[in-house]
């Protein structure tokens, strides 16, 4: 099972990092990214080394772990995305029989367009069913970003985007429904043993 949460950011650099490590530790945990991670500097899997503070999962008090998820960066340009959806509604619907050609098109909504006409960057968090905090990670550092960055932030699988006013909030919410689900004697999870373990 792969799950996919995608950020639209103007642009990103490796300045936010400590940001992002001191926003997750506020979520009580200490934190750590694989000391190689760069943004832009390669895509694939982002380790992410953390400790459980103040934690329903006694066993793990005071003991590292590690999870992460994937990582992948694509251009973007809403004005080339509108045209594409264009051409194809154009294929699909012949414009001499629909006269719809002065309506305009949107990427999603007037709304989530407006936020999205400055966004150049696609970055992508893909995550599966191997670990159960892969799911606090993504969701949590994904909302981050997008604070941070006054990014827009989506769920396509649902097609859910996410209001930036509330985004850390709702990801608080989403990460505590998830793990009350849990099943707390069969939680996959992985000891962290050094980063090149």
């Known amino acids: 099972m792969g799950l996919i949460l995608q950020i639209y950011v103007k642009e990103i650099s490796d300045d936010i990092i400590p940001k992002i490590v001191e926003k997750l530790n506020e979520f009580e945990m200490e934190c750590e990214f694989h000391p190689d991670f760069h943004f832009l500097g390669g895509e694939g899997f982002l380790p992410i080394k ?75 968090f893909v995550w599966g069913d191997h670990d159960d905090f892969d799911f606090r990670f993504a969701v949590l550092i994904s909302a981050i970003i997008t604070k941070l960055t006054n990014g827009i932030c989506c769920y396509p699988s649902d097609d859910l985007w996410y209001d930036n006013e509330s985004i850390l909030e709702d990801a608080k ?3 505590e429904d998830y793990e009350d689900g849990l099943d707390l004697d069969n939680l996959q999870y992985h000891k962290f043993n050094g980063w090149d373990t």
């Open 173 to 175: 919410r989403d990460i």
């Open 50 to 124: 953390f400790k459980l503070l103040n934690t329903k999962y006694q066993k793990f008090k005071n003991e590292y772990l590690i999870t992460g998820f994937e990582i992948y960066y694509e251009a973007f340009d809403l004005d080339t995305e509108k045209q594409k959806i264009q051409s194809l509604t154009n294929k699909l619907l012949n414009p001499k029989l629909f006269k719809r050609q002065n309506e305009p098109i949107f990427f999603e909504s007037p709304k989530i367009d407006d936020k999205l006409k400055n966004c150049t960057l696609l970055i992508s």
